[in-house]
């Protein structure tokens, strides 16, 4: 049986039928594929500092010094990777704000597809929590805060302040970046989905993805208020949002189940991440725990908004929200 590879998409034409103007690619540098081989160490696996099933991630420095994480594609080009590439554009060309990733430019030539940010000198949230080298400090309470600020504040702007209505769809600690002040910012555009699509495709971490989305894909701005919740635990504990390791000792798999049954043993200081050394307020881990519990609730009804949330993390309702919870409990 003869197999034949899937055609490529005429990314010009993607541009046009979305009517995307000049001003708005003229945002983007469009760079040369030689710039980014030199800036990479032509793609050199030394210079690597990510991967996904997109492609990989090298760390560059360009001409002008500056250092950028450039995305080289799979060459594979398959019908996944060009949507990758022009879904990751299109949205670029939409967001402007403080907590989402910036896209600085692109390479398009025959044979690649090359996405190029700016460098996150401390990784992911995923990266700093369980991949850290000896030499970098833990995070500390005030930096998880913080994280949990600036990553609600831009999903409360894709949500609200985007129109169309920008859904994530993948919202995980592996998707938010930190700067060199641990700033936040929301990356991993590939899966995200544009509320006036019609199509809808369950996509995204399976162990972020919210019950209504993974057994009816019913999508709506809530399942990134479930992610947005896991990774707020992920914060928290340190551990993962999904363990296979746990089934050797017959524990919970899912982080959410084993948050929930430390909470009813009523064991707080087990559930935070020892990394910490106690060096926590207990009533904002208690206020925190309880606001992921509030976005992971199995109804996408009872789920606050995100705007609701950046609000609670301010410091406006999430006490009374928390003792209103407990009352309800």
Request: proline share 4%.
């Amino acid at each position: 049986m003869s197999s034949t590879k899937p055609s490529s998409i005429d990314l010009s034409s993607r541009f046009d039928s979305l009517e995307l103007t000049e001003v708005d690619l003229r945002r983007f540098k469009r760079f040369s594929l030689r710039e980014l081989q030199v800036a990479s160490n032509n793609f050199s696996n030394k210079n690597i500092i990510g991967r996904d099933g997109f492609g990989k991630v090298y760390k560059g420095r360009l001409a002008d010094g500056s250092l950028v994480a450039v995305k080289r594609l799979n060459e594979e080009r398959t019908q996944g990777e060009e949507q990758y590439f022009q879904t990751t554009i299109e949205i670029a060309s939409m967001t402007v704000h403080l907590n989402v990733l910036r896209l600085l430019g692109f390479c398009m030539t025959p044979t690649e597809r090359v996405l190029v940010y700016p460098y996150m000198f401390n990784g992911s949230v995923a990266s700093c929590l369980r991949e850290r080298p000896e030499s970098q400090p833990p995070l500390d309470w005030p930096k998880r805060k913080q994280i949990a600020l600036g990553s609600a504040r831009g999903l409360a702007y894709l949500h609200h302040h985007c129109d169309p209505k920008i859904i994530h769809r993948d919202v995980k600690a592996a998707n938010i970046f930190l700067d060199e002040d641990f700033e936040a910012f929301i990356g991993g555009f590939g899966l995200t989905e544009l509320m006036d699509l019609k199509e809808q495709v369950v996509r995204g971490s399976s162990c972020h993805i919210a019950p209504e989305y993974l057994s009816y894909g019913n999508c709506s701005e809530k399942i990134d208020v479930y992610g947005y919740g896991v990774m707020l635990l992920e914060l928290i504990t340190g551990q993962r949002a999904f363990d296979l390791a746990c089934l050797a000792n017959d524990d919970d798999v899912m982080l959410l189940d084993w948050v929930k049954g430390l909470l009813k043993e009523k064991k707080l200081e087990t559930l935070v991440d020892p990394y910490l050394r106690g060096n926590y307020i207990d009533e904002e881990v208690d206020q925190l725990i309880q606001l992921a519990l509030h976005c992971t609730q199995g109804s996408p009804t009872e789920r606050p908004k995100m705007s609701e949330v950046v609000r609670m993390l301010e410091g406006d309702g999430l006490a009374e929200r928390n003792d209103q919870a407990r009352v309800q409990s």
